[in-house]
């Protein structure tokens, strides 16, 4: 009966699915819109709908209205709040929750912590072999994600205060996924993920002497975090307010944790 009292409060707004709710974006944030989107349908009967195209495409198809939802794992950037504006959207964020982007190694590399400098260094081509950052003798393999990831964008910001090109031999891979599997199975590769898609197959090194970890992160005092938004258009009502206040309940901040996030 409560579920479905609140199922009538959240009115009959139309949404891009028509009577769901259609979520784009970062494949980061995925765990949590998919993991939000079945326990959603269970309890209140709305269809939610998750693609994972990147936060770049995700910010696309909110201008466009083609979702109801952008999942980011970055800021909107002012060039894409400028192009909603102009198609008489207002971008709002909402914070879904807080991630660090953990720098990953093969668990048989000996390195054991990088300062930002030489993070920074590896990905812009001036350290080439692990032994200039007191490695084995071997060359780096980097890894890096596609132009359209929004923790390939949170990485660079982060790492070096300014979006500073990667240099072009690097590796890119779809998703969090996709480089943790290629650090895993090449022992001279370096790769940065969430902290939520950590396992034993890769080993996460401290940065500046800190490990990415829910103290560290909540605490700012690991450099590499950030928070994981969804946008919509305006201030959101009916089903969709309803979905967003998700974070904030006792349930959301169990699947949070349980996904290896961290609530705000």
């Not at 819109?33 to 959603?40: C, D, I, N, P, T």
């Not at 990953?104 to 200039?132: C, D, F, M």
């Amino acid at each position: 009966m409560l579920a479905l009292a609140a199922l009538m409060l959240m009115g009959t707004e139309v949404s891009a699915a028509g009577n769901g709710i259609v979520i784009d974006g970062s494949t980061t944030v995925g765990p949590i819109a998919k993991s939000f989107a079945a326990y959603f349908t269970k309890r209140y009967g709305v269809p939610v709908t998750v693609s994972e195209s990147g936060s770049g495409n995700g910010a696309k198809s909110l201008i466009n209205g083609a979702c109801d939802i952008a999942a980011m794992s970055r800021d909107m950037k002012t060039q894409e709040i400028a192009a909603a504006r102009k198609k008489g959207i207002q971008p709002v964020a909402h914070v879904a929750a807080l991630d660090g982007i953990a720098i990953v190694v093969h668990p048989s590399n000996p390195v054991r912590g990088l300062t930002k400098a030489q993070i920074a260094g590896i990905y812009q081509g001036r350290y080439t072999n692990w032994r200039e950052v007191g490695g084995p003798n071997s060359r780096i393999v980097v890894i890096q994600r596609e132009s359209n990831s929004g923790t390939q964008e949170s990485f660079k910001t982060l790492v070096t205060g300014k979006a500073v090109p990667i240099m072009p031999r690097a590796e890119s891979q779809a998703s969090n996924g996709a480089v943790k599997s290629r650090v895993s199975t090449t022992p001279s590769a370096i790769g940065f993920i969430g902290m939520g898609f950590l396992d034993s197959s890769v080993r996460a090194v401290p940065v500046d002497g800190v490990k990415p970890s829910v103290a560290s992160i909540r605490s700012g005092t690991y450099k590499l975090s950030r928070k994981l938004y969804f946008y919509t258009s305006g201030q959101p009502t009916g089903s969709i307010k309803q979905f967003l206040a998700l974070p904030s309940t006792a349930d959301g901040r169990r699947i949070i944790s349980e996904l290896g996030f961290i609530s705000q």
